[in-house]
C-alpha cells in the first residue's frame, strides 16, 4: 500500500482510464500520462486543483459525500463503482478487530449438500472456496474446498481450458476481490494473496491496476469446456449469506437445454468428497 492510501489509489488509476474525449474536454497538446490530468479531474469535480492533489496523495482522505459524488460524475463512476468509492472516503475505525476463520453455516452446507443435480459452492471474502458440492467439483475441479479462486484464475494452467471467455472470468474475480475488501487493503491474507499474483502473473498486475469493483451478489452466463462431457453453458446465481462476508454460487441450465442434458450426464459422476 503506498503512502497515497485507497482513496488516493482509487482516484488516481480512474482518473487515467478516462480520455479527455470522454467528457467532452479537447486534447490539446502531447500528454505524459495517460488519462485526465489531475488539474482536468478538479475542474470537472468543480473542487481546486489543490485540493484533488490533496486527495491523490493522501494528504485528505476524508472528503464529505458531496466532493465524493462530484468525483464520481466526473470520473463517470457507475453505481457500484461509486457506492465503492464512498466506502473508500469514509471514516475507517482505527482498530478492527481480529477476524475470525471463515466457517459455512450449518444450515448452508446442508442444503448445498443436499442438492446432486445442482452444482453449487460457498466462497469466502478473499474467494477461497469454503464448502462444495460434489457435482460443482465435477464441473470445475478449481470448485473444491481449499482453493483460491483468484490463484486459480491466474496460475493454475488448467484452467484456460475450462474456460473458453478466461479474460472476462479473470477481470470479474479481481473486480469482484476489490469489491468485497473494501477500504480495508492492510488485509494480512489480501496482501499476501496480491502479492503472489503480482509476482506469478501479468494480467493480474494490469486488472488489478484498474481498481475495477463488482458487488457481490447478482448472476450471469458462463460457459465451461468440460474435458468428459464437453460444453456446458450455465447461467449462474450469486447470493450474499446473511451474516457473513460469504456468497454461495449456482450454476443451472436452461431446462430442456443441450446444456441441461449434459449436466445430467455429468452427475453420475460426481464423487463425494
Known amino acids: 500500500m503506498s503512502t497515497a492510501g485507497p482513496l488516493g489509489e482509487y482516484l488516481r488509476a480512474r482518473r487515467e482510464l478516462i480520455g479527455p474525449g470522454d467528457v467532452g474536454l479537447p ?16 475542474l470537472l469535480a468543480g473542487i481546486s486543483a489543490d485540493y484533488y492533489l490533496r486527495l491523490e496523495q493522501g494528504r485528505d482522505r476524508h472528503p464529505s459525500a458531496q466532493v465524493l459524488d462530484a468525483l464520481a460524475r466526473a470520473l463517470l463512476l457507475d453505481a457500484e463503482a461509486t457506492a465503492h468509492l464512498h466506502r473508500l472516503g469514509g471514516p475507517v475505525p482505527a482498530r478492527r478487530p481480529a477476524r475470525r476463520p471463515e466457517r459455512v453455516p450449518t444450515g448452508v452446507r446442508q442444503l448445498v449438500g443436499s442438492w446432486t443435480e445442482t452444482p453449487a459452492f460457498v466462497h469466502g471474502r478473499h474467494l477461497d472456496v469454503l464448502f462444495a458440492n460434489p457435482l460443482a467439483t465435477a464441473l470445475a475441479p478449481v470448485f473444491r474446498t481449499g ?5 486459480a484464475v491466474f496460475l493454475d494452467p488448467s484452467v484456460p481450458a475450462l474456460y473458453p471467455a478466461l479474460t472476462a472470468v479473470a477481470a470479474n474475480a479481481v473486480a469482484g476481490l476489490r469489491a468485497q475488501v473494501g477500504p480495508e487493503m492492510d488485509d494480512p491474507r489480501l496482501t499476501e494473496l496480491v502479492d503472489e499474483l503480482t509476482a506469478g502473473s501479468e494480467r493480474f498486475r494490469r486488472l488489478w491496476a484498474r481498481h475495477d469493483v463488482s458487488v457481490r451478489a447478482g448472476g450471469g452466463l ?3 469446456q468440460h474435458p468428459q462431457v464437453g460444453e456446458l453453458e450455465l447461467r449462474y446465481e450469486k447470493f450474499a449469506i446473511s451474516g457473513t462476508t460469504q456468497s454461495l454460487v449456482v450454476y443451472h441450465a436452461e431446462p430442456g437445454s443441450p446444456s441441461a442434458r449434459t449436466l445430467a450426464r455429468l452427475a453420475p459422476t460426481a464423487v463425494p468428497g
Request: glycine share 8%; aromatic share 4%.
Open 147 to 151: 482453493v483460491n479462486l483468484l490463484r
Open 27 to 42: 486534447a490539446h497538446g502531447r500528454r505524459r500520462v495517460p488519462g485526465l490530468r489531475r488539474e482536468e479531474a478538479a
Open 222 to 224: 458462463r460457459v465451461f
